[in-house]
């Protein structure tokens, strides 16, 4: 799968997120998802009133990540398909989703520093 620029966005957005939670790390996880709303203040091109355009190929773009089991969309009450209220992290295909994007986790950053700097003090 080839990730559009806005797929792209929304994946690494929905990652730091992911990576700011106080759970991540640890092995009990909290069940909340880890979402990103679909307002105004963040996509306003979204909700633009007489151009519909932009939103057509976001809602197409995110029911192909959909499809590729990395998100999960909730649409508005009464308007599927048309309207999305939040796009949700699927936590389970979090390694496919660091491959596509080219990123490391942050765990396997620390993991790389401490390495780094256990064989810097031993010598």
Do not use: C
């Not at 709303?37 to 773009?61: G, I, M, Q, W």
């Not at 029911?63 to 209220?85: A, I, N, P, T």
């Amino acid at each position: 799968m080839q990730l559009s620029g806005i797929q792209a966005e929304v994946l690494n957005t929905l990652l730091d997120r992911y990576e700011k939670r106080s759970d991540y790390g640890s092995d009990q996880k909290n069940p909340r998802r880890t979402l990103l709303k679909v307002d105004a203040a963040r996509f306003p091109d979204y909700h633009h009133p007489s151009d519909a355009t932009f939103r057509l190929t976001f809602n197409t773009e995110m029911k192909q990540l959909e499809q590729g089991g990395l998100v999960k969309l909730d649409w508005q009450r009464f308007s599927e398909g048309e309207y999305l209220q939040r796009i949700a992290l699927n936590d389970t295909a979090l390694p496919e989703i660091y491959r596509l994007l080219g990123r490391r986790s942050k765990r396997e950053l620390y993991r790389s520093a401490a390495l780094l700097f256990k064989q810097r003090h031993k010598s």
